[in-house]
């Protein structure tokens, strides 16, 4: 299956400063790209979507100018959470859709999580 | 709008038991069915996905689900439960609408007790 990496893995900033989370995809051409988050003991929240050569899409709430997205390429994404709050700590997932050796694969591969604590 | 409901945010079995992980989903189109499972502090890992091909999925870990329209329900079952298979189980829908936005359920713990 694909390999999906995210730096860091963890990551605590004071209140105010701005975070930037990595994902890549290893050996996947990645489409489209989601980015998540998951608060404790709950499931996972869509945030947005971004396909390779647009602007992210984001879903309703999720305030756009706060968590900047970046799809630089089809093998590298970035979350920019700015100037982060204790109420933005969270598991921040992103997950890959896209072409696996030359097929394009109905399904979402998840990075492994980045655990965000604001103080 | 599509949705999938997850019966039981904890499930206990003993090791060797039968595992079923109930999910019913609720969707105005033929759906995408997915079964993912989540390790203490790790990212989501596929277990099995239902795409309208055989309606009985076969995934990894020994993990099974089957897809029955009349119930709308995609349980996840395994015949004999390991100590490994404790973890998070979460059950999502996608609408083949072309966005491929998966919608999750609230997770099953699932507990294995030796």
């Known amino acids: 299956g694909a390999v999906v990496s995210q730096h860091p893995s963890r990551v605590i900033c004071k209140s105010g400063t701005s975070v930037k989370i990595e994902c890549r995809s290893l050996?996947?051409?990645?489409?489209?790209m989601f980015w998540y988050r998951q608060f404790p003991k709950q499931s996972l929240m869509l945030m947005a979507t971004?396909?390779?050569?647009?602007?992210?899409?984001?879903e309703q709430g999720v305030e756009k100018d706060k968590f900047l997205i970046n799809h630089a390429s089809l093998t590298l994404s970035t979350l920019t959470v700015t100037s982060a709050h204790p109420e933005d700590s969270s598991f921040y997932i992103c997950?890959?859709?896209?072409?696996?050796?030359?097929?394009?694969?109905?399904?979402?591969?998840f990075g492994p999580g980045t655990r965000l604590l604001v103080l | 709008a599509q949705s999938v409901t997850q019966l039981g945010s904890h499930v206990s079995v003993s090791e060797g038991a039968l595992v079923l992980l109930r999910c019913n989903y609720s969707?105005?189109?033929?759906?995408?069915l997915f079964w993912y499972v989540q390790y203490p502090n790790q990212g989501l890992q596929l277990l099995l996905k239902?795409?309208?091909?055989?309606?009985l999925v076969k995934g990894i870990n020994g993990f099974e689900a089957e897809f029955k329209k009349s119930e709308t329900s995609f349980h996840l079952t395994k015949p004999s439960a390991h100590m490994s298979d404790a973890a998070e189980y979460f059950c999502?829908?996608?609408?083949?609408?072309?966005?491929?936005?998966?919608?999750f359920g609230t997770g099953t713990r699932l507990t294995i007790i030796p």
């Open positions: 971004s396909n390779e050569g647009s602007k992210a899409t984001y």
């Open positions: 050996d996947f051409q990645a489409t489209t």
């Open positions: 997950a890959w859709e896209g072409r696996l050796t030359g097929k394009y694969q109905e399904t979402q591969y």
């Open positions: 969707s105005s189109v033929p759906p995408y």
């Open positions: 239902y795409t309208s091909a055989a309606t």
């Open positions: 999502a829908v996608s609408d083949r609408s072309g966005n491929e936005k998966l919608t």
